[in-house]
């Protein structure tokens, strides 16, 4: 293989410094004997347009897309995928050889194989879900829940106007708590989910009651860092399945992986240590 064929990927974001896909990306490429590379780009906003054209010149198959850039990519690219539209973002750039940037959110898809894959027991219509957090990532998740079947979605955000949004945009099967009431929407829930950055190191703890939780109820939390958070302690102490967030990480990288290096890739353990390394 030439030096021009060797195909290249990153992700793209600012700050970039914290991405944990290099490593995951990285470890897939040696895995499987891939001549690819993956490469962290730190993009400033005034600067996005520019790069995004350009690295489809220098090689680049596609890209990751991180914050605070994951909404304006969407005016760049030339194809949409429908998903990006309903959740308003798009994670996951393909650059095509007919020279089309497609543009796609795999993070729904990577919330529910984490979940499939760390609760197998949960089936989507044994009742509720409850969602903290109203930003992108509930979004994602609150369009794969919906979409796999989930009878409702109840939803508390601390501010209740992006909540409503949601709803607006989701429809009926999502309903709204005030955030001082979140503690009562987890009463007979079979999912609970935190997109919030509550309980992430270096922010605030999430301080929502969590009297209502029984053991019946699977628990999530998009947080994974630290990777056991405090709500995640707490309900394991109460015998709920949890699932940590690293996994969603994980999976949300395999499809924009298999587009890129032609090889779709397993999320193992392997995998988990790289990420964590």
């Known amino acids: 293989m030439s030096l021009t064929n060797i195909p290249l990927a990153g992700v793209i974001g600012s700050p970039i410094v914290q991405s944990r896909s290099p490593q995951v990306h990285g470890h897939w490429l040696k895995t499987y004997g891939i001549r690819g590379h993956y490469i962290p780009m730190n993009v400033a906003p005034d600067d996005l347009e520019n790069v995004i054209r350009t690295l489809p010149r220098m090689g680049f198959v596609g890209v990751n897309v991180t914050l605070p850039h994951k909404e304006a990519v969407m005016q760049i690219a030339d194809l949409v995928t429908d998903r990006a539209i309903l959740i308003g973002a798009s994670n996951t750039l393909i650059f095509r050889k007919d020279g089309k940037i497609h543009a796609d959110n795999t993070d ?3 919330f529910l194989e984490n979940l499939k894959t760390g609760a197998p027991g949960w089936q989507p219509k044994a009742g509720p879900a409850a969602v903290l957090g109203a930003g992108g990532a509930a979004r994602a998740v609150i369009a794969s829940l919906l979409d796999a079947g989930v009878p409702e979605v109840r939803l508390s955000n601390r501010t209740r106007v992006r909540a409503e949004k949601l709803r607006s945009d989701f429809g009926s099967r999502v309903r709204i708590y005030d955030w ?7 009463d007979d829930a079979a999912l609970l ?7 992430m190191m270096g922010k605030g703890e999430l301080r929502v009651p969590l009297d209502g939780l029984g053991p019946q109820t699977i628990v999530t939390d998009l947080v994974y860092a630290p990777l056991k958070t405090r709500l995640l302690e707490t309900a394991e102490q109460i015998g709920c ?34 990420a964590l390394r």
């Open 241 to 274: 399945v949890t699932v940590d967030g690293l996994g969603m990480l994980l999976h949300q990288a395999v499809p924009g992986f298999e587009r890129w290096f032609g090889q779709r890739p397993v999320v193992d353990r392997a995998t988990r240590a790289a």
């Open 108 to 110: 729904g898809y990577g």
């Open 180 to 186: 001082v009431q979140a503690g009562n929407m987890i």
């Open 193 to 199: 989910v935190n997109t919030t950055s509550l309980g």
